[in-house]
Each structure stands twice: as structure tokens, then as C-alpha cells.
């Protein structure tokens, strides 16, 4: 069974940072996979926050992140990071972390960040 597990959020101040990871377990070939980050606050859409593939071939970043966080992966351990830095308000939301491969999509939980003085 594939599980996703997303560690690292919390309550930070504004310029603050945090280091969100989300480890796959129960997954085969994870370098077959694109892991994405997305989030969702309360009365939003959820929104695609960065995405990676393995060998960092494709990477992208919604534009409001772009210079600020940071996406990388280490598939010796089957986990990806997101270092989020000087982080505003308006990334306060629940981030979820994904893995697709061409029809197949697996989703975390989710771990809250909230950006707030």
C-alpha cells in the first residue's frame, strides 16, 4: 500500500522558513514518479506549489514561491523537500505533497503552515 507522509509544518512568523518533507513508503521505482507540492487554504482552490522529477529534469514553481522555496528530492530515500523562505501570509495553507506517474496519483494528508505575527 502507497502512502505518502508530509512532516515539517507549523505556526511561523512573517520572513520566517520551514522545511516541509514527505517521505513514500510502499512505492516501487519512486524515480518513475513526479512529486509535486500543492496547497489549499480555507475557502481556496488547491493551487500547485512546485513539482520535481527525478534527475531534476522538470522542475516548476507557482510564480508567488518562485525565488523563495526551494524543491528538492533525495530518491535514495524515497522523500522530497520543500524549504519554504521568507514566507508571507498568503502562504498560510495546507500543504500536500503527490505522486504521479502518467494515470496514477497518490496524495498525502497534508501538514498546515501558518504564517501569522
Known amino acids: 500500500q502507497v502512502q505518502l507522509v508530509e512532516s515539517g509544518g507549523g505556526l511561523v512568523q512573517p520572513g520566517g522558513s520551514l522545511r516541509l518533507s514527505c517521505v513514500a513508503t510502499?512505492?516501487?521505482?519512486?524515480?518513475?514518479?513526479?512529486i509535486h507540492w500543492y496547497r489549499q487554504a480555507p475557502g481556496k482552490e488547491r493551487e500547485l506549489v512546485a513539482g520535481?522529477?527525478?534527475?531534476?529534469?522538470?522542475?516548476r514553481y507557482l510564480n508567488s514561491v518562485t525565488g523563495r522555496f526551494l524543491i528538492s528530492r533525495d530518491d535514495s530515500k524515497n522523500m522530497v523537500y520543500l524549504q519554504m523562505n521568507s514566507l508571507i501570509p498568503a502562504d498560510t495553507a495546507r500543504y500536500y505533497c503527490?505522486?504521479?506517474?502518467?494515470?496514477?496519483?497518490?496524495w498525502g494528508q497534508g501538514t498546515q503552515v501558518t504564517v501569522s505575527s
Open positions: 520535481i522529477s527525478a534527475g531534476n529534469t522538470y522542475i
Open positions: 503527490s505522486a504521479r506517474r502518467v494515470t496514477t496519483d497518490y
Open positions: 510502499g512505492i516501487a521505482s519512486f524515480t518513475d514518479y513526479r
